[in-house]
């Protein structure tokens, strides 16, 4: 999946528009133009298509969890994770949406993908960790499937 694709699912999954998305960056700290926005929206065969980049993209996943959870000015904000992967969006989301191991288990089942606990947690582990694993796009695909099937 390409970081576009993040902002799509994302945006279908909160029902919101351009502009609150444009907020949303905005609680991290970056500030975009809805024309910018717009066009990270197309999809790549349509005209006006441009890729969003990894700092915008790590901009909004934190301005997400802000969005979600508020925002804890008490505390350092952590650095962003650069480049954006699968399993960065993954752990985002997971804080953005105060899912617990058993919630996400929950998620995958209801879009009818089951997975194992030990393998769930290696998507969660430092880059490495011997245990670590590659989040791939088809389990973030019925992730996405699954929170929309949770949160709709």
Do not use: W
């Not at 945006?11 to 066009?39: C, D, F, H, W």
């Not at 992730?143 to 709709?152: A, V």
């Amino acid at each position: 999946m390409i970081t576009n694709d993040y902002l799509r699912s994302i945006r279908y999954l909160l029902n919101i528009n351009e502009a609150k998305m444009i907020e949303i960056i905005q609680l991290s700290g970056k500030t975009i133009t809805p024309v910018e926005m717009i066009s990270f929206l197309k999809s790549e065969d349509e005209e006006g298509f441009v890729q969003c980049d990894d700092d915008t993209m790590a901009h909004f996943l934190d301005g997400l969890v802000f969005y979600k959870r508020g925002k804890d000015d008490s505390r350092p904000r952590a650095p962003f994770e650069l480049p954006v992967t699968n399993n960065v969006v993954l752990k985002k989301l997971k804080v953005a949406f105060q899912l617990k191991e058993e919630d996400l288990h929950d998620i995958l089942e209801a879009a009818g993908f089951k997975f194992g606990r030990s393998e769930l947690s290696a998507f969660f582990r430092k880059k490495d960790h011997p245990n670590y694993r590659e989040c791939g796009d088809q389990f973030l695909r019925n992730f996405f499937k699954g929170l929309n099937l949770k949160f709709q």
